[in-house]
């Protein structure tokens, strides 16, 4: 079982910056991609950004140029630096990982969510 701990999350005006944090804790074999999903009323969920345990990241055309992924292994800590925000990022913004517990079964787990709102 793997808890996922997320801050930083906020009301900001367009063109301000805000960065995500989310922490790991709890019993997992090995963690694979950590990284961030968002999601709005009536849209299903997209990926906004993935790290490897390999250190390589993948970001959605709507992202990137502006924000930028981090991930520590050490602390099983991942970041998200949101530069230039625009109103249509405005979401909640879902931390997650998936790996593998020491029975060898795939898991994914979810953070709760932290609500980013960027007014104009």
């Known amino acids: 079982q793997v808890q996922l701990v997320e801050s930083g999350g906020g009301l900001v005006q367009a063109g301000e910056s805000l960065r995500l944090s989310c922490a790991a804790s709890?019993?997992?074999?090995?963690?694979?991609?950590m990284g961030w999903y968002r999601q709005t009323p009536g849209k299903q969920r997209e990926l906004v950004a993935v790290?490897?345990?390999?250190?390589?990241?993948h970001y959605a055309d709507s992202v990137k140029g502006r924000f930028t992924i981090s991930r520590d292994n050490a602390k099983s800590t991942v970041h998200l630096q949101m530069n230039s925000l625009k109103p249509e990022d405005t979401a909640v913004y879902y931390c997650?990982?998936?790996?593998?517990?020491?029975?060898?079964?795939?898991?994914?787990?979810w953070g709760q969510g932290t609500q980013v709102t960027v007014s104009s």
């Open positions: 997650y990982a998936d790996g593998r517990d020491v029975s060898m079964k795939i898991i994914v787990s």
């Open positions: 709890g019993t997992i074999f090995s963690i694979d991609d």
């Open positions: 790290a490897t345990s390999g250190g390589s990241t």
